[in-house]
């Protein structure tokens, strides 16, 4: 059969996501799973986002505000940057699409690191571009050998800080470095989706650089503010960039709900903080037992940590569903010995190690 679809789309697999806690329990019969593979709040969202939702439900015969007007308002005062400066999106995957769709004619060149988060390379590929990767050392980027890596025809740089899936960021003087002297033309992308849980005082805060360079920031409500399932995230640049990317933005892309919610989440600073508390206290206890079980875990910046569990991971992996605990197998990220756990609740926490020890005692799979 004549193949119907863009050529660029042929070799292109499908992103899959962590398995969502209704498909493990229906599939296995478990009847609580505790999912732990997509780096989401468990403490879950903020009461005062549930309300917003609540008191937005019976609007819902309206179409939404296309130009999130309130939440921009309130995000330029939240940020410091100007409402001409921000951009919406359903989630920020969405921001990251935009920014391929209005960026990159096919043949240009984009920059990304290897691991790092999957939609860099889909959405540029599907925009046509050519994707070089440069591989991360010691699960950190490599700044230095992206930056040998831009030639004339780069347009875009990606840069995860923190990275997922190793959770590892890039230090402000490293960041500066890379910025000195970057060539005209080239657009870097500083995805933050975790800056809200990073807690290390030399994390760079990419808005500092929309000024002086062709940088777009983007952050997300799905992380730390507890609010994947609704879908909003927002991107800050130059206001020439943004309203470029305005130009290839559906014209109600962020639904009501997801614009009431976010608002309302904005003000909850307690709630932020004590997502912060939990991670706080969690990640250190993960890491012990980890480190206790003879796993080397890479050290993050952000709610997840990836570990190396030997040759055996993916069977590991799966091992752990059974008992009804989902954490991420790195297949995808072609890194077959690693797994990655979000940090969960204190209990949820005790049964991912309990099971993990069931699993591989003496540290092996058995
Ligand atoms: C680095 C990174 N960027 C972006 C996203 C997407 O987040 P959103 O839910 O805002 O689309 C994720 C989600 O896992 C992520 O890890």
Same mark, same amino acid.
């Given at each position: 059969m004549k193949p119907l679809a863009r050529k660029v789309l042929q070799d292109l697999s499908v992103y899959s996501p962590g398995k969502p806690v209704e498909e493990v329990e229906r599939e296995l019969g478990i009847p609580r799973?505790?999912?732990?593979?997509?780096?989401?709040?468990?403490?879950?969202?903020?009461?005062?986002?549930?309300?917003?939702? @609540?008191?937005?439900l019976p609007h819902l015969n309206r179409y939404p505000d296309s130009h999130c007007f309130y939440l921009k308002e309130r995000l330029s005062r939240h940020m410091g940057v100007g409402t001409d400066q921000l951009i919406v999106g359903n989630g920020s995957d969405e921001l990251i699409t935009? #920014? %391929? @769709?209005?960026?990159?004619?096919?043949?240009?060149?984009?920059?990304?690191?290897?691991?790092?988060? *999957?939609?860099?390379?889909?959405?540029?590929?599907?925009?046509?571009?050519?994707?070089?990767?440069?591989?991360?050392?010691?699960?950190?980027?490599?700044?230095?050998?992206?930056?040998? %890596?831009?030639?004339?025809?780069?347009?875009l740089v990606f840069i995860a800080n923190p990275d997922n899936p190793t959770g590892t960021y890039v230090t402000r003087a490293e960041v500066e470095e890379f910025m000195k002297g970057l060539p005209e033309g080239v657009i870097v992308f500083f995805d933050e989706a975790y800056a809200e849980l990073v807690e290390a005082p030399d994390y760079p805060d990419g808005r500092e650089y929309i000024p002086h360079h062709a940088v777009i920031v983007t952050r997300?409500?799905?992380?730390?503010?507890?609010?994947?399932g609704i879908r909003v995230g927002y991107g800050m640049s130059r206001p020439d960039l943004i309203g470029s990317m305005q130009k290839v933005r559906e014209p109600f892309n962020v639904?009501? =709900?997801? +614009? %009431?919610?976010? /608002? %309302?989440? =904005?003000?909850? #600073?307690?709630?932020?903080?004590?997502?912060?508390?939990? *991670?706080?206290? +969690?990640?250190? /206890? =993960?890491?012990?037992?980890?480190?206790?079980?003879?796993?080397?875990?890479?050290?993050?910046?952000?709610?997840?940590?990836?570990?190396?569990a030997g040759p055996r991971a993916v069977e590991i992996a799966r091992a752990l569903l059974k008992r009804g605990v989902i954490v991420r197998e790195m297949l995808a990220w072609n890194l077959p010995e690693h797994i990655r756990v979000t940090v969960g609740l204190p209990e949820e926490n005790q049964a991912f190690i309990t099971a993990l020890k069931e699993t591989t005692p003496n540290g092996r799979f058995s």
């Amino acid at each position: 059969m004549k193949p119907l679809a863009r050529k660029v789309l042929q070799d292109l697999s499908v992103y899959s996501p962590g398995k969502p806690v209704e498909e493990v329990e229906r599939e296995l019969g478990i009847p609580r799973a505790i999912k732990l593979a997509s780096n989401e709040n468990p403490l879950g969202p903020s009461p005062k986002a549930l309300e917003a939702i @609540r008191n937005a439900l019976p609007h819902l015969n309206r179409y939404p505000d296309s130009h999130c007007f309130y939440l921009k308002e309130r995000l330029s005062r939240h940020m410091g940057v100007g409402t001409d400066q921000l951009i919406v999106g359903n989630g920020s995957d969405e921001l990251i699409t935009f #920014a %391929a @769709r209005a960026f990159l004619e096919p043949g240009d060149e984009v920059v990304i690191a290897e691991p790092t988060f *999957l939609i860099y390379r889909i959405a540029a590929q599907i925009a046509g571009a050519k994707v070089r990767v440069v591989r991360s050392k010691e699960f950190r980027y490599d700044l230095e050998g992206m930056r040998r %890596a831009l030639t004339p025809r780069t347009k875009l740089v990606f840069i995860a800080n923190p990275d997922n899936p190793t959770g590892t960021y890039v230090t402000r003087a490293e960041v500066e470095e890379f910025m000195k002297g970057l060539p005209e033309g080239v657009i870097v992308f500083f995805d933050e989706a975790y800056a809200e849980l990073v807690e290390a005082p030399d994390y760079p805060d990419g808005r500092e650089y929309i000024p002086h360079h062709a940088v777009i920031v983007t952050r997300t409500f799905s992380k730390a503010y507890g609010l994947s399932g609704i879908r909003v995230g927002y991107g800050m640049s130059r206001p020439d960039l943004i309203g470029s990317m305005q130009k290839v933005r559906e014209p109600f892309n962020v639904n009501s =709900l997801a +614009q %009431a919610a976010a /608002l %309302a989440a =904005l003000d909850d #600073a307690g709630h932020l903080e004590a997502t912060r508390r939990l *991670l706080r206290e +969690q990640k250190p /206890l =993960l890491y012990r037992a980890l480190e206790e079980m003879g796993f080397r875990a890479v050290p993050s910046a952000a709610n997840f940590i990836l570990f190396h569990a030997g040759p055996r991971a993916v069977e590991i992996a799966r091992a752990l569903l059974k008992r009804g605990v989902i954490v991420r197998e790195m297949l995808a990220w072609n890194l077959p010995e690693h797994i990655r756990v979000t940090v969960g609740l204190p209990e949820e926490n005790q049964a991912f190690i309990t099971a993990l020890k069931e699993t591989t005692p003496n540290g092996r799979f058995s």
